[in-house]
């Protein structure tokens, strides 16, 4: 930058950047005073130019900018997608005039995100209109139409739109005043399409917010928390007055609350609720009733509130008083506790008294409960019959016992959990399954076994103990997004690199640690995009909840794979190994193999489940492509057409994980309750034609499978497995021929 002051200020920029932006030009003082001249901009994605001129004594800029996937730094960068801004800004001495538009797309910053935005502004002497129509997400999609009109003393405004498809309009526009310094809001009306709400407030000296609630639809709320499945009307007022302590007086009355879970809806109840905050302390008052009766009340008072820095400090440390009886549905009470995606359902009956303090609460009374049903949405658990008994004594709370039934098995627990946040909320709690069924659904299902101890101190909350896994079947589904594989390391050509993109924290309780193993001798099945199989595995898993360190082996104890048409059989030393990495990308050792036109066919894959290595070999020893010809053709690679060369690119590109569809031997499986179902091919020397085999397990060593054709023929096999490495294998056919066999098969 060169300055000149001889014979007028003159300011000549060869190269300046602010915020990634380069700026070039020059500009002269005018005799009237303003500087006149032209600066281009060009960089971070933005191109453009600032012209400078005099509106006779006064400075005049006309801004027109361009955006083309831009970025502009920040502690939260904001890029633009495209766009264009135009502008007239004229500095007078009372206020600037500003006249322009602005037109954007793909506008993101941190969650926001906004997909187009266009703007109108006229704004001279302190008056003047501006106006914007977006779309986008922001946690939930949007859309709103807003406007306004600006003056020193007044601005009026209306808006309408949508927020996660709930609709919302001003009955009126809005106003809002300035009187002797304070900015008032007169009530104004928000309608929704069932109910209406009207706020009014004050903001100078004191801040002041007043809402008044007529028969609002709770399912708003589902909009901001999805899975809460929340109904009934709103209805009441809550009047605030912002400090170091607010003042808040409310009264809401809700008229039909349900809350609807996976199979049912709840009982309708009405909630009636008070409550008081002041520098003196605080109250909350509140009845529950249903068909007339009060069904549950619960009374609480904070008071008064000791001396100290921040709201949250002196509420926690003041004395608590009350109690709360309740005998209802627990899902009145399960919703207030806003978990998305589980239900818990069924009578349940608690009477408590408390005192003490906020931090360290002393309470006294008991829980009961027997007919509960927990129901996780995402995993298809279904825990019934739920029989809970537990006792409140001072600071904690002890949990004599409960006990569920999951599918055919059991779940059960007991123990302490502390209720004083001042000592962590300490706990000791002891959880036992018996073949209980912890996941059932389409895509997965899983028995469990065994016994978790779940502990909270000083070193923070931990889970310890074994699992056996009786059972577990893993279907394999491909999804429409997997279809389009994504590009690593391809982004936008401004766009924040992921090294400087700020972490998003990992949802649930990070610090929860983990050291639980995981053991199945057998029967974990997972079938799917051409894989029947059945597996074995012995693993631990660490770290912590939000991320888990997991090690150790699924090994492959018999299994097909279909490609081509063709059943390859697994190879029992195949096996896929966590390491600790990302749980998600396992480390792969399998093979199999078939025989076709008198050559034995193996498919290998290596590397990582993220990136697998296919390779094939073969018996007598063949290149890959040959040895792949044969598979889908029956034929050697130099006798195949143009058009099959081009089908085995794309049977090998099936064979890296894009394959999959219609698994009806999967669905049959799942309704017969049979173990293991799968196709087999012709077999000349047993006189078995194209065959079907079913498996089921009759004890937890014992597997039997009958294999049978069109034909009449029949065939069983046993196998009886004595140790983990030696079996004892039976086999009979219908077209004569038995024979008993030791197997002995071990890893080394």
């Known amino acids: 930058v060169l300055v000149r002051t001889d014979p007028v200020l003159a300011i000549e920029i060869n190269r300046a950047q602010v915020a990634g932006i380069d700026a070039r030009g020059s500009v002269r003082q005018t005799p009237a005073g303003p500087f006149a001249g032209t600066i281009s901009l060009d960089g971070a994605g933005i191109t453009g130019n600032v012209r400078l001129a005099a509106a006779d004594a006064n400075q ?24 264009a801004a135009r502008a007239t800004v004229i500095l007078f001495p009372e206020a600037p005039s500003i006249i322009g538009s602005a037109d954007l797309s793909d506008v993101r910053s941190g969650t926001l995100l906004v997909a187009r935005a266009r703007s109108r502004f006229d704004y001279r002497g302190g008056s003047g209109n501006v106006s914007l129509v977006a779309n986008g997400s922001a946690d939930a999609p949007f859309n709103v139409a807003a406007q306004a009109q600006l003056a020193p003393e007044r601005i009026v405004a209306n808006a309408n739109g949508a927020f996660n498809g709930i609709d919302f309009r001003l009955a009126a526009p809005a106003v809002v005043t300035r009187t002797a310094g304070e900015w008032q809001l007169a009530p ?143 899902e009145v009470l399960w919703a207030m506790a806003g978990i998305g995606g589980q239900d818990l359902t069924g009578p349940i009956a608690i009477a408590a008294d408390f005192g003490g303090r906020v931090e360290a609460p002393q309470l006294t009374g008991t829980i009961r409960a027997n007919a509960l049903r927990y129901t996780n949405q995402a995993y298809g658990t279904v825990i019934r019959d739920i029989a809970l008994q537990g006792s409140f004594s001072q600071s904690r709370f002890q949990l004599a016992s409960l006990n569920g039934r999951a599918g055919d098995g059991t779940v059960s627990a007991s123990g302490v959990v502390g209720l004083d946040s001042a000592s962590g909320f300490p706990a000791n709690l002891e959880v036992r399954f018996d073949r209980a069924q912890l996941a059932r659904g389409d895509a997965l299902g899983a028995q469990a076994t065994g016994t978790l101890a779940i ?20 279907q394999v589904i491909r999804s429409g997004d997997s279809e389009i594989r994504q590009l690593a390391g391809v982004r936008r050509k401004t766009a924040v690199p992921p090294a400087e993109e700020a972490a998003t924290p990992p949802p649930g309780p990070a610090t929860l640690r983990l050291d639980v193993r995981v053991r199945a001798d057998n029967q974990i099945f997972v079938s799917g995009m051409g894989l029947e199989a059945e597996w074995e595995t012995d693993m631990r898993i660490t770290g912590t909840a939000a991320a888990p360190r997991i090690v150790g082996r699924l090994e492959v104890i018999r299994g097909t794979y279909s490609f081509a048409g063709r059943r390859f059989e697994l190879g029992q030393n195949g096996a896929i190994v966590f390491d600790g990495g990302e749980f998600t990308n396992p480390e792969l050792s399998l093979s199999a193999e078939t025989t076709v036109e008198g050559v034995t066919a193996i498919i290998n894959i290596g590397g990582r489940a993220q990136a697998p290595q296919i390779t094939f070999t073969s018996s007598p020893n063949l290149p890959q492509d040959e040895v792949l010809s044969r598979l889908l053709f029956g034929a050697s690679v130099t006798n195949i057409s143009p058009i099959q060369a081009v089908q085995l690119a794309a049977a090998l590109n099936s064979l890296r994980g894009s394959g999959g569809g219609l698994n009806p031997l999967g669905k049959l499986r799942s309704v017969t309750g049979i173990d293991r179902l799968r196709v087999l091919g012709e077999d000349k020397t047993t006189g078995r034609g194209t065959s079907v085999a079913a498996g089921q397990y009759i004890s937890n060593n014992i597997y039997v499978e009958v294999i049978t054709d069109a034909r009449g023929f029949t065939a069983t096999q046993l196998e009886i497995a004595l140790t983990r490495t030696l079996s004892l294998l039976s086999s009979t056919g219908s077209f004569g021929g ?3 066999t030791l197997r002995f098969a071990r890893d080394y």
């Open 738 to 740: 038995s024979n008993v």
């Open 60 to 83: 005049r800029a006309d801004v027109e900018l361009r955006a083309r996937s831009a970025r502009i730094p920040g502690d939260v960068p904001i890029t633009i997608g495209s766009g």
């Open 455 to 474: 502990t909270n101190g000083p070193d923070g909350a931990l889970v310890r103990g074994t699992i056996d896994i009786p059972e577990a079947r893993y």
């Open 188 to 330: 104004a009306t928000i309608v929704f399409p069932e109910g209406r709400a009207r706020l009014a407030g004050r903001y100078g000296a004191e801040t002041q917010a007043n809402i008044v609630l007529d028969g609002v639809d709770l399912g708003i709320v589902n909009s901001f928390a999805p899975g809460l499945g929340l109904g009934g009307k709103a209805s009441g007022r809550i009047d605030a007055t912002l400090a170091d302590v607010p003042d808040i007086d409310a009264r809401i009355d809700v008229a039909g609350f349900t809350r609807t879970a996976a199979y049912t809806i709840s009982a309708p109840v009405d909630i009636s609720t008070t409550a008081r905050l002041s520098e003196t302390g605080g109250n909350i008052n509140a009845a529950i009733r249903r068909g007339g009766a009060t069904i549950g009340r619960l009374q609480a008072r904070v008071a008064p509130l000791p001396a100290g820095d921040g709201i949250a400090a002196r509420l926690m440390a003041a004395p608590l008083s009350g109690g709360i009886r309740y005998g209802g549905p627990a």
